[in-house]
């Protein structure tokens, strides 16, 4: 709620879309009269790669890193791929579920991975990847006044 507060504040008057791309992976619509609408969470990164070595028998443990190529021709690039664009592709895939319904509305990106993410989506965002602590001060100087 604190994002979507942040997000209000510093984007008054339009639709907004807070994706908080951190454990987990958090979407959060306002639109554009200011009504929270809801969104969806789902896995981050950190939480992907550790799923795959957590509940298979083979897969290693990997960390984060850019895949060489789409088509991982081992396992750790496969791994790779498929961590990295999967989220990639859910994000601009919520994108434009959500640009069927509203014509226009600001994206920000925030959260631990939001500067590794920006450059791999296709839409135009704002990312900010300390816009919760932003939002927590644009909040407590809202509430002073």
Same mark, same amino acid.
């Given at each position: 709620?604190?994002?979507?507060?942040?997000?209000?504040?510093?984007?008054?008057?339009?639709?907004?879309?807070?994706?908080?791309?951190?454990?987990?992976?958090?979407?959060?619509?306002?639109?554009?009269?200011?009504?929270?609408?809801?969104?969806?969470?789902?896995?981050?990164?950190? @939480?992907?790669?550790?799923?795959? *070595?957590?509940?298979?028998?083979?897969?290693?443990? #990997?960390?984060?890193?850019?895949?060489? +190529? %789409?088509?991982?021709?081992?396992?750790?690039?496969?791994?790779?791929?498929?961590?990295?664009?999967?989220?990639?592709?859910?994000?601009?895939?919520?994108?434009?579920?959500?640009?069927?319904?509203?014509?226009?509305?600001?994206?920000?990106?925030?959260?631990?991975?939001?500067?590794? @993410?920006?450059?791999?989506?296709? *839409?135009?965002?704002?990312?900010?990847?300390?816009? #919760?602590?932003?939002?927590?001060?644009? +909040? %407590?100087?809202?509430?002073?006044?």
């Amino acid at each position: 709620m604190v994002l979507a507060t942040g997000a209000t504040l510093k984007f008054p008057n339009q639709n907004r879309l807070v994706i908080d791309a951190g454990t987990c992976i958090t979407y959060d619509f306002i639109d554009a009269d200011d009504n929270y609408l809801g969104g969806a969470i789902s896995p981050g990164i950190r @939480l992907r790669y550790q799923a795959l *070595n957590d509940y298979t028998s083979k897969l290693p443990l #990997l960390s984060k890193k850019e895949p060489e +190529t %789409f088509i991982g021709n081992s396992t750790a690039e496969s791994i790779h791929s498929g961590v990295i664009n999967g989220v990639a592709l859910e994000i601009d895939g919520f994108i434009e579920r959500y640009q069927t319904q509203y014509a226009k509305f600001i994206i920000i990106l925030t959260g631990g991975d939001a500067e590794f @993410l920006a450059k791999r989506l296709k *839409n135009t965002i704002f990312a900010h990847s300390n816009f #919760l602590l932003e939002s927590l001060n644009q +909040t %407590f100087q809202y509430n002073q006044k």
